[in-house]
């Protein structure tokens, strides 16, 4: 059933499972839309994994659950309390799962979404907050809204300093990249090629949230002359593009890539850079297009630039995952992030 045929139903579950909030104040979030500030603040649904993730990161006693289940080798990664809640499904984004009647008996505070501000996602939102009583914020997942959103969410849930504390640590990494990137000459600046999926021919066209990271680096996004989200490419393609470096998600094409002759002709290949990309407990280049990818941006510039970043990567991953994700990880769980492992 769909949210529009929903909302006869829902309807009349609202005034019965639907929380009793006290609005304190009003807040207007990134898309401009006023959300009433519940004064208790102890159930967070997120209506996507950016949401997740990012809420974890800040207040995660109140975190309801998780999009998707979090696996046995994330899980090591994570504050065990939080990353056994359950899986909830996605409110908005492909595939979701999780239907109205559903939302309101699990009771939240707030509905929190972060990722596009477009008018598809505020229409969804609005509806939703309307169907529902429940305040439903939007915030703005673009990469470099990161800080200016984590702001505003901490004033959301009352978590005010340790927003600030989280938003400024981002500020600094974006700073010093972008100083550093900034004075490479364009000539001197690799060819990247972004390579997803078993046959590493699915790949982000220009301004793609894909490669977002890959671009604020500097890297030349050989697929970026066309603008757009994934596409998929012939290898042909990939040859005529001849890139210096190809960076991907898949640990399958990243294994079998270097034994197979139909790319052995490719530069990247052949000069053996190509790099697996770490994903535990998320992805530091693809998805979920969240806060996960601020240590993607060391590591990139150890591949693209080695000489302009010279950070021990096992003692700044160590620091990142301590203080955004509730868990110091050892030297052998730092490795297996390293390695690309899943």
């Not at 002759?261 to 190509?274: D, H, I, L, N, Q």
Request: glycine share 10%.
């Amino acid at each position: 059933m769909s949210v529009n045929r929903r909302a006869a139903v829902v309807g009349g579950l609202a005034s019965i499972a639907a929380p009793h909030i006290a609005r304190a104040e009003t807040l207007t979030d990134a898309a401009g839309r006023a959300v009433a500030i519940p004064s208790r603040m102890e159930r967070v649904f997120p209506a996507g994994p950016p949401a997740a993730i990012t809420h974890y990161t800040l207040q995660p006693r109140t975190l309801l659950g998780w999009p998707r289940a979090n696996r046995g080798a994330e899980l090591i990664y994570l504050d065990p309390d939080v990353a056994t809640r359950p899986e909830l499904g996605r409110l908005t984004g492909r595939g979701n799962t999780t239907n109205l009647e559903v939302l309101l008996q699990l009771r939240p505070d707030l509905i929190l979404d972060i990722g596009s501000t477009a008018r598809t996602f505020v229409e969804t939102a609005d509806r939703v907050q309307a169907q529902t009583g429940i305040p439903y914020a939007l915030l703005d997942g673009r990469f470099e809204a990161i800080p200016a959103s984590y702001r505003l969410h901490g004033r959301l849930v009352g978590e005010t300093a340790r927003a600030e504390e989280l938003a400024r640590f981002c500020e600094d990494i974006v700073a010093t990249c972008r100083s550093r990137v900034a004075g490479v000459p364009r000539e001197r600046r690799p060819r990247v090629y972004y390579a997803r999926g078993p046959r590493g021919l699915d790949t982000g066209l220009g301004g793609s949230i894909n490669v977002e990271t890959i671009e604020f680096m500097g890297a030349v996004n050989v697929a970026g002359g066309t603008r757009g989200g994934l596409a998929t490419v012939s290898l042909e393609q990939v040859f005529a593009w001849d890139p210096e470096v190809i960076i991907t998600i898949d640990r399958e094409f990243a294994g079998a890539v270097r034994r197979d002759p139909s790319w052995a002709g490719v530069r990247a290949v052949t000069e053996g850079r190509v790099h697996l990309s770490p994903k535990l407990p998320f992805g530091w280049v693809d998805f979920p297009p969240s806060v996960n990818r601020m240590p993607g941006l060391i590591w990139l510039g150890k591949i693209l630039y080695p000489s302009l970043f010279p950070e021990d990567l096992v003692a700044f991953t160590r620091d990142f995952y301590a203080r955004f994700y509730h868990r110091t990880p050892n030297d052998v769980q730092i490795a297996a992030v390293l390695e690309g492992r899943e």
